[in-house]
């Protein structure tokens, strides 16, 4: 059974950060190229940065240079590290793995962003 479980959402002020994961099991993970999501109130699901099996990584324009993206194989865990958060980035935030036309998906952590 396959499982994508994202934690570490919450409640913080702008300009603060928050470090969340997304643990996977039931995948051989490192053979997944994996990637975040996020849903706001009322707004379609968007992409927000990905990361392939190589390490190779990127970003939405509205998220780069402020969101890091990396993953950890031996732990079978991918992580979204943001930083000077807006409120704008207030959302349900998805785990997604992608291999070969089989997706899986996390059921989201929120994370509200107060200004």
């Known amino acids: 059974q396959v499982q994508l479980v994202e934690s570490g959402g919450g409640l913080v002020q702008a300009g603060e950060s928050l470090r969340l994961s997304c643990a996977a099991s039931g995948i051989i993970f490192s053979t997944f190229d994996m990637g975040w999501y996020r849903q706001a109130p009322g707004k379609a699901r968007d992409l927000i940065a990905t990361?392939?099996?190589?390490?190779?990584?990127n970003y939405a324009g509205s998220v780069k240079g402020r969101f890091t993206i990396s993953r950890d194989n031996a732990k079978n865990t991918m992580y979204l590290q943001m930083n000077s958060l807006k409120h704008e980035d207030t959302a349900v935030y998805y785990c997604h793995a992608y291999r070969n036309g089989v997706e899986y998906w996390g059921k989201g952590t929120l994370a509200t962003v107060s200004s």
């Open positions: 990361i392939t099996t190589g390490g190779t990584t």
